[in-house]
């Protein structure tokens, strides 16, 4: 089955540590998207890709950083930098259809500090 | 981007239509309706979109006024695994690159009940 696939489902940082989430998909879509959700609220876009080798910083790239050296993969480091790194981390990626755009999402890594 | 207000929660019976209305009284005329759902810990799911249009796809129906300034989502017959919350977003045609991120508000939580 097409889709995106995240990974690990949970992981615990410890002080000073930096952690690495990942994110693949076989969809075939150029377009890639991390997002950060904090509890109740709605998705802030962290860093996004249009395309290989490509990203840019999104509303809240700091204390992140991001590859994107395949189609497929878009991995998300949050570093020691980033003091405040629970939250819940959706991945998604974004195809063109029917006139619109369709974002499809993985299932997110849940994230806390130990 | 156009704003949306939705309420911020309902009610519905197990196997009755559940209605979900949203406002976007500052849409313009290339801007898309989307509808998302994101059931809890997981990640958002499209359901549909549409322009001027009413849409049904296996999901769901999408109904927009004709003065396209309010929609409504309708699960025909709700089940418990309907439960989530439901994102109304407004967004452009063409939207790439820092705009291809959706700004998802808080939605409307939906409760399907027994």
């Known amino acids: 089955d097409g889709g995106i696939t995240q990974s690990p489902k949970y992981l615990f940082r410890k002080e000073g540590q930096n952690v690495t989430l990942s994110c693949e998909q076989n969809?075939?879509?150029?377009?890639m998207y991390w997002y950060r959700q904090d509890p109740g609220q709605g998705l802030r876009l962290i860093y996004y890709?249009?395309?290989?080798?490509?990203?840019q910083k999104g509303d809240i790239a700091e204390g992140y950083s991001v590859s994107r050296e395949k189609k497929e993969s878009f991995p998300l480091t949050v570093t020691s930098a980033q003091k405040n790194p629970t939250a819940f981390y959706l991945c998604?990626?974004?195809?063109?259809?029917?006139?619109?755009?369709?974002?499809?999402f993985g299932a997110g890594t849940r994230l806390s500090v130990l | 981007d156009a704003k949306t207000t939705q309420p911020t929660s309902m009610d519905c019976a197990e196997g009755r239509a559940a209605n979900l209305p949203c406002n976007h009284s500052?849409?313009?005329?290339?801007?898309?309706v989307y509808w998302y759902r994101q059931i809890h810990s997981q990640g958002p799911q499209y359901i549909i979109h549409?322009?001027?249009n009413n849409e049904t796809n296996e999901m769901a129906s999408l109904i927009i006024t004709e003065d396209r300034k309010s929609s409504t989502l309708i699960l025909p017959h709700a089940t418990l695994r309907d439960t989530a919350v439901y994102y109304c977003?407004?967004?452009?045609?063409?939207?790439?690159?820092?705009?291809?991120?959706?700004?998802f508000g808080k939605g409307t939580k939906l409760s399907v009940k027994p």
């Open positions: 998604a990626s974004t195809k063109t259809s029917g006139g619109g755009n369709i974002q499809y």
């Open positions: 969809l075939n879509h150029d377009a």
């Open positions: 890709s249009q395309i290989v080798n490509d990203f």
């Open positions: 500052t849409i313009s005329g290339n801007e898309y």
């Open positions: 549409g322009l001027k």
């Open positions: 977003i407004v967004r452009g045609k063409d939207y790439g690159g820092s705009q291809g991120n959706l700004i």
